[in-house]
């Protein structure tokens, strides 16, 4: 008989300890009518989370009231700060690691794969790879920036699980709302908009998120509400313009490191 589920219980325990209680529960749920299979285990964990989850951020929006609260501006200020200067450092030394890889290529690689190897364009050979990895990689900084916020759950960080489509959970206007959480309201290029409604509409409360006002909207379904940029941040209590600003510095400082390398 697993042990009793609620957030009193979970809180108490580490990562591992929460995601075996977890998986042990998830094997009670019905999901007969749930018609793709895929979508099992993220149904399952989702009808679990829901359960505890008004009780969980409770708990965590009273400890936050109880110690340096993170709606203090100075303290986000900080919190963010170190995120960002952080991603920045280690997207540097890929970016290195990076250069040095293209480097050799150019210099030693006798059957060149493009034109850019072909004609010793080192930025040229880079850019691509460096822009896909940089946008691939602020997707996951941009969860970790919201879990400052003790009204979101990220369920990998949180429980050690991952709930296929959903990227962050959080609670706003009293409700649990599961949600994916992309960079522009054009990430989704149109072939992924139909398996994203999927992933999304078998929640309660699912919601998509744009964590920067930006761009064209390529996700639309009347079902499931879409919010982006400020938003958002509103909804759990972070300020959009301290995240905008740290993120640019963030970005000027890559930029710059680019370019320095670039001009080796």
Not at 91 to 100: R, T
């Amino acid at each position: 008989m697993p042990t009793e589920l609620v957030a009193e219980t979970l809180l108490t325990l580490s990562i591992q300890e929460r995601k075996v209680l977890i998986l042990n529960h998830a094997l009670l749920i019905d999901v007969t009518h749930i018609a793709d299979e895929d979508l099992h285990t993220a149904y399952k964990y989702g009808k679990i989370i829901s359960s505890i989850a008004p009780a969980y951020f409770q708990y965590q929006i009273a400890q936050d009231n109880q110690n340096l609260s993170i709606i203090e501006l100075d303290i986000q200020s900080e919190l963010i700060s170190s995120k960002t200067d952080k991603f920045a450092d280690n997207f540097i030394e890929w970016l290195k690691a990076d250069f040095q890889k293209k480097s050799a290529i150019l210099e030693h690689h006798p059957n060149p794969r493009n034109l850019f190897e072909l004609c010793g364009a080192k930025l040229l050979v880079t850019s691509n790879s460096v822009t896909r990895s940089l946008s691939t990689k602020m997707g996951v900084l941009w969860e970790e920036i919201a879990n400052i916020s003790p009204y979101v759950i990220i369920p990998e960080f949180e429980f050690g699980i991952k709930i296929t489509g959903i990227d962050i959970i959080l609670f706003s206007e009293e409700q649990v709302k599961f949600a994916q959480l992309k960079t522009l309201k054009g990430t989704l290029t149109g072939s992924q908009v139909p398996r994203a409604k999927h992933e999304l509409s078998i929640h309660q409360n699912p919601l998509f998120i744009a964590a920067f006002n930006l761009g064209d909207w390529t996700f639309n379904d009347s079902k499931i509400p879409r919010i982006a940029g400020k938003v958002f941040w509103e909804k759990i209590h972070m300020d959009y313009n301290l995240i905008e600003n740290h993120v640019r510095n963030m970005l000027q400082k890559i930029d710059k490191a680019f370019t320095e390398l670039a001009a080796k």
